[in-house]
């Protein structure tokens, strides 16, 4: 019977249901993905489970230009998980860390990527995927809460361990090197750093996000136009 598998079978069950969520969305079944999503939700056994579909419809909120909707659902989710995220403490860990060149150095060297830890903690994993795809709403509609998602993520990449989402991070800190502290060659760097993070990480999805902002963001500051075009050709392919 259905209501067995969801005992017997539970975890099974919920990735089931969360792949077919992101296809329907991916698809434009919106209602549909939705639906699916709320069924699972009310199914959750734990903060984790309830969180990695709550990031379904935040993605969702976000490309239906709802951006007031998924900053407030990806904040109940991470508050959930016991992530430390609000944009005072995001603005002080910028002030105090990533304004550190040894913190700088640290993300240009892909020797220390080697020697990091990957991200093991699940509450942490999908934490990140949360921030993730908070950086396009908050980015729209409130820049300093933007600044603090970047920040967190740098911050759980530091103390953690690295995910594919670490890349995207990587990446915004240097728009942010540019664009807040008047160092576009060091943001340069700092956003090529998450495109080879990417594909250390063999993320062909990142890579191309990155690319995008490295290339379209970045690299007409301090390179020339075909070298550019260059970058966002090679993330496209």
């Known amino acids: 019977a259905p ?138 509609v409130e820049p300093r809460l933007f600044v603090a998602t970047i920040a967190t993520m740098l911050k759980l990449s530091q103390t953690s361990g690295l995910t594919p989402e670490s890349a995207t991070a990587y990446a915004a800190y240097g728009l942010l090197q540019n664009t807040l502290m008047g160092n576009p060659q060091l943001g340069y760097e700092l956003a090529q750093s998450g495109v080879n993070l990417s594909e250390q990480l063999g993320s062909l999805s990142y890579k191309c996000q990155t690319s995008m902002r490295l290339g379209a963001q970045l690299a007409p500051w301090t390179q020339s136009l075909s070298a550019s075009l260059a970058i966002l050709n090679e993330g496209y392919q």
């Open 3 to 140: 209501e067995e598998i969801w005992v017997d079978c539970q975890d099974l069950v919920f990735e089931l249901h969360k792949e077919q969520a992101e296809i329907e969305y991916i698809n434009g079944n919106w209602q549909h993905s939705q639906v699916l999503v709320k069924f699972s939700i009310d199914r959750a056994r734990n903060a984790i489970e309830r969180a990695s579909f709550e990031n379904i419809l935040v993605a969702q909120y976000t490309l239906a230009a709802q951006y007031d909707r998924a900053i407030e659902l990806g904040q109940k989710s991470l508050h959930s998980l016991n992530i430390d995220f609000s944009t005072n403490r995001g603005l002080d860990f910028w002030k105090n860390e990533l304004a550190n060149p040894e913190v700088q150095k640290a993300i240009l060297s892909s020797e220390n990527w080697q020697e990091a830890q990957k991200m093991a903690d699940s509450r942490e994993k999908i934490a990140m995927k949360i921030l993730r795809n908070l950086e396009s709403p908050t980015a729209f």
